[in-house]
């Protein structure tokens, strides 16, 4: 009954989106209020029955109904409780369903809250939303469709895949989607403009909060899918520039140029057409990452090529929105008005730098992903693109980025003074030479690299900084003035500070990583000892132990720095009957931002175990970077700036909408 | 500056930032790109020594050799021709013989091939997707590789699991 109900629920949901599609536009094309409102209606509906669907899901695997194929396939009686739950999304068919309803909880939200939006804008906001909600659930019921049954039951599932049995990858899809999906709001506001021919600065601030809250999800979600595969995969790596994780990266270097863009038009009027093009862009390159995960294609072009009912359905949504939105773009955006004039060098100026360069590199980013693809359905031949080709491409185009960053909040809007910006950066720049030489010294000439990259960091990180001090005119006023100050600035200039603050704290976190990471691999019996980057690992033992629904072979390691002990640490491999698979569960000890790293692998046959250890210095800050920057976009969305004075120009329609 | 010497100094600016970026493309191309071959594809177009590629294909039943700290030596097949290769390092969890494996590395003046990484790249039926398609295209796959217990309702594809797992050791 619960797999039934979920199903019906979810085929309400999609007769309520092509309500929501339809009804709302045809009343803001005849100026009916009435039919206007039915967005906000049908939107809230939707939210509800599709979480009915999901909870109905979540439910069937509560209970491990293994009549119903989905929880069959990706669910055991044994395993815990929260995996259970998080098994929803652990495969193609619950993803799905997660997506939409991600995708109607920002729908409801709009509903919900866009009170303050002109009504007309707010109709065709969700009706662009309900267009997208249509072609999901249409995909999910005709190709996807988790509530299949079986017709003779079997007594047992098949079990998640054990590396996706992990509290890191069970939040990680929910917070990556919240990311990917969030950018349909500024994708169905850009097409809500392109229909109605107007934009103005107030769009750009309704706009904002909604890219940057998705922005901040996109990055959390990316940064655990990151950490999730340093400690999981048993090899100490934390980005592979894999296409799943490539086609992650992409919407988000589209979402900051995006976020930085709309600045520019929230405060100048400038860069309409652009921001436009880039909401657009954004959700699409979503789309295109949904496709390149959910497809199969990566998989191999092969399968895609002999089950294509899934990739081509995907294939064409993505062509109709992107295809469809483009076209309405090359045909509206010529009517919308050009707004604020601005010099090369200027606030705007270097916005726009940091637009081209995040988008160049997110282009780079695009060719390596699908360029392989298209070579290997073109000519057959199979070519990988791997690190190297990222390395060369992504990196020397994020260099000049990174010198840009400090300089842009210290330029005046409209017409700005380099000279000037670049005094007031001097005690950034000494900061950054300093770094440079103390490495420099301290590594006697090694690696020239690493000293200057941990200098560009220094310098964006102090640069973050002076623009603070500037502001609250630390050092020039006295210290109360300058406090008193400093809880006067808007939140949103806290925000950028932390945000760009957070991309040097994570270039050094990834510099360190890449240049001192020590590793130690070999057989090791009980009582060995391996010596690490000062620090000496004993081997106590082995111990074998069950799990609920595993063996694991746990080793003990006893760590110890100039013979002080500093504590255990206990490496398992996990044996899951079900799947006969095995995982790696490394160990991790911090020290600092810095930490030790074991992983177990197979063991020899007079009982020696062959043992991976890493010391990487300064791994943490990898992580804690993304988080600054999410932190910032926190601050930045808190800003009471974007709830209030935001002018409403259509006051005859709201008028109209009291009469609802 | 006039209006029109600011909407020049715009257009150059963005087309120099492209045409850098186009030139780093196209010389990562040519540089950084690495091929991938099976044994068969080998014996017919060779590889010269020292040029890096990926190989890929079953590891030969028989022939893992475990040497002295974690060296160790197999061979890859697919069907008509193996290659022998050696690696020093763990290998991954998922290296089993008879199964698929990608090794990414060159080869020495011998004909050994050198790995310096073996992937053990899998989708859910642990098999990497380069080395199913080569096999499939010779005719050497065999469908219980990537077998799933059939069962009687509208069945799905292969199902991906919310990422693919990824595996591998570096030395």
């Not at chain 1, 979810?10 to 206007?36: F, H, N």
């Not at chain 1, 900084?465 to 006023?477: K, S």
């Not at chain 1, 590793?519 to 019996?525: D, L």
């Not at chain 2, 217990?149 to 570096?170: C, F, I, L, N």
Request: charged content about 15%; some cysteine; aromatic content about 10%.
């Amino acid at each position: 009954m619960i797999a039934e109900s979920g199903h019906y629920a979810l085929v309400l949901a999609l007769a309520l989106a092509l309500i929501q599609s339809t009804v709302p536009i045809l009343g803001a094309r005849w100026r009916d209020p009435a039919l206007m409102n039915v967005a906000r209606a049908t939107a809230l509906a939707q939210l509800l029955f599709v979480a009915a669907s999901f909870a109905a899901l979540v439910a069937l695997y509560i209970v491990s109904d293994f009549s119903v194929v989905n929880v069959y396939e990706n669910s055991h009686s044994t395993k815990p409780l929260l995996y259970k739950i998080t098994g929803v999304w652990g495969n193609h068919e619950g993803s799905m369903l997660l997506w939409v309803s991600i995708l109607a909880l920002f729908g409801g939200l709009v509903a919900a809250f866009g009170n303050n939006l002109p009504l007309s804008l707010r109709a065709y906001v969700l009706a662009v939303q309900g267009w997208v909600a249509s072609a999901f659930y249409l995909f999910i019921l005709i190709t996807s469709n988790p509530f299949l049954r079986i017709a003779s039951p079997p007594i047992e599932g098949r079990d998640l895949n054990p590396v996706l049995q992990d509290i890191g990858l069970a939040v990680h899809p929910p917070m990556l989607y919240l990311g990917y999906v969030g950018f349909s709001i500024s994708f169905s506001f850009a097409v809500a403009a392109l229909l109605e021919g107007r934009i103005d600065a107030a769009w750009a601030r309704w706009v904002r909060p909604w890219t940057l809250v998705a922005w901040i999800f996109l990055t959390l979600g990316i940064a655990m899918g990151s950490y999730w595969a340093y400690y999981e995969l048993g090899w100490g790596g934390w980005w592979f520039w894999d296409p799943v994780e490539n086609a992650s990266l992409m919407p988000w270097l589209a979402g900051t140029a995006l976020l930085h863009s709309a600045v520019v038009m929230e405060k100048r009027n400038a860069l309409k057409v652009w921001t436009i093009l880039l909401s657009i862009l954004t959700f699409s390159l979503s789309l295109l990452g949904t496709f390149l995960v959910r497809s199969g294609v990566l998989t191999s072009v092969h399968a895609f090529a002999t089950d294509p009912t899934r990739g081509v359905f995907i294939l064409l949504i993505l062509c109709v929105f992107i295809g469809g939105s483009l076209s309405l773009y090359a045909w509206r955006a010529s009517a919308l008005k050009q707004g604020g004039l601005f010099a090369p060098i200027s606030r705007e100026g270097a916005l726009v730098l940091n637009n081209l360069f995040l988008t160049a590199a997110c282009a780079t980013v695009f060719i390596g992903t699908l360029y392989p693809l298209a070579l290997e359905v073109l000519t057959g031949d199979k070519i990988s693109v791997g690190a190297p080709f990222f390395n060369l491409t992504f990196g020397p185009l994020f260099l000049p980025l990174m010198i840009a960053v400090p300089f842009g909040p210290l330029l005046a809007w409209k017409r700005g003074d380099l000279l000037g910006a670049a005094q007031r950066l001097t005690a950034a720049g000494i900061a950054a030479l300093l770094a440079v030489a103390m490495l420099w010294a301290w590594t006697r000439g090694g690696n020239a690299f690493a000293p200057l990259a941990i200098g560009l960091a220094v310098f964006v990180i102090a640069g973050a900084l002076t623009d603070l001090a500037e502001r609250t005119g630390l050092f020039r006023v006295p210290f109360a003035t300058a406090t008193r100050r400093a809880r006067g600035l808007p939140r949103a200039t806290w925000g950028s500070a932390f945000a760009h603050a957070g991309v040097g704290v994570a270039l050094i976190g990834i510099v360190c990583e890449t240049t001192w990471n020590s590793e130690y691999i070999a057989t090791m019996r009980s009582d060995d000892v391996a010596k690490i980057a000062g620090y000496e690992l004993k081997l106590d033992g082995v111990t074998q132990r069950p799990g609920p629904n595993f063996r694991e072979m746990q080793a003990q390691f006893t760590v110890s720095l100039d013979g002080r002990r500093l504590g255990e640490m206990t490496p398992s491999k996990r044996n899951f009957t079900a799947r006969a698979s095995s995982t790696t569960e490394a160990a991790l000890l911090t020290r600092g931002a810095s930490q030790l790293y074991i992983s177990l692998g197979e063991t020899t046959a007079d009982g020696a175990i062959a043992v991976r250890i890493y010391h990487k210095p300064m791994v943490l800050l990898i992580w804690w970077g993304p988080m600054l920057m999410a932190f910032g976009g926190l601050l930045s969305v808190s800003d009471r700036r974007l709830r209030v004075g935001a002018p409403k120009p259509a006051k005859a329609l709201r008028g109209l909408q009291a009469a609802e | 500056m006039t209006r029109k010497q600011r909407r020049l100094t715009m257009i150059g600016g963005s087309l120099a930032v492209l045409a850098v970026a186009a030139a780093l493309v196209l010389n990562a191309m040519r540089d950084s790109i690495v091929f991938f071959s099976t044994p068969t594809m080998l014996a017919e177009k060779p590889v010269v020594a020292g040029k890096r590629f990926r190989l890929g294909g079953l590891v030969q039943p028989g022939s893992l050799v475990r040497g002295d700290n974690l060296a160790v030596t197999f061979q890859v097949a697919d069907g008509s021709a193996a290659l022998p290769v050696s690696f020093k390092g763990i290998l991954p969890d998922l290296f089993r013989e008879g199964q698929g494996v990608v090794a990414e590395g060159a080869l020495d003046a011998a004909g050994v091939f050198k790995a310096d990484t073996v992937l053990a790249k899998h989708d859910e039926t642990y098999m990497p997707k380069e080395v199913a398609d080569a096999l499939k295209k010779q005719g050497h796959w065999k469908d219980d590789y990537g077998a799933k217990p059939a069962y009687d309702a509208k069945p799905a594809a292969a199902t991906q699991g919310a990422s693919q797992a990824k595996q591998g050791v570096s030395q």
